[in-house]
């Protein structure tokens, strides 16, 4: 009797404690399997660069906004007011040849004006001398055409990707039109 009742206590001692056990033991399990099989590092940087391109996205939606605006406001509204003055200069030719003269003469600075305004946005999207000179050159020249004196100092170890060369070429660019504008 002895015996029985020492082995139905070690029985009931083993049934009570067995469900923790399985459930610290299946816990342990879970842990080494996410550890070993879940997402790691790699997963982490593919959502590090899944915002990363959201955020590039909105900028360069942002920027062709501009693009937009800058063309709508400025050369395609300057070429408009152009195609009605040459309009306005080939009625009038036939009676008043100098009134023409004249309004052609202006057409051609409207053409000046609209050819540097286009200069000028082109230059806002992508110089050609930051790709052809470097970053040196493209800040030489935006401080060259600022208002307000500048020095240029560049001193990088060698030339930096083209995307670091972009980021800082338009904000150098983006800080001397607001010191000039302000």
Request: hydrophobic share 50%; proline share 5%; with cysteine.
């Amino acid at each position: 009797p002895f015996e029985i009742a020492v082995t139905c206590g070690i029985g009931l001692l083993f049934v009570l404690a067995w469900p923790p056990v399985v459930r610290g033991l299946t816990a342990v399990d879970r842990a080494l399997a996410a550890g070993l099989l879940g997402p790691g590092r790699l997963a982490e940087r593919v959502t590090e660069l899944e915002s990363d391109r959201g955020a590039v996205v909105d900028t360069a939606a942002a920027d062709l906004r501009r693009i937009e605006r800058d063309l709508h406001d400025g050369p395609q509204a300057r070429l408009a007011s152009l195609a009605m003055d040459l309009g306005l200069a080939r009625e009038t030719l036939a009676s008043d040849p100098r009134a023409a003269a004249v309004l052609v003469d202006e057409a051609h600075g409207e053409v000046k004006l609209a050819l540097k305004e286009l200069r000028d946005l082109a230059r806002g999207i992508h110089p050609a001398v930051l790709t052809d000179r470097g970053l040196d050159a493209a800040l030489s020249s935006v401080a060259a055409r600022c208002a307000v004196p500048v020095s240029v100092t560049v001193d990088l170890p060698g030339r930096p990707v083209a995307a670091i060369e972009g980021l800082a070429y338009f904000t150098v660019t983006e800080l001397l039109e607001n010191v000039t504008r302000h």
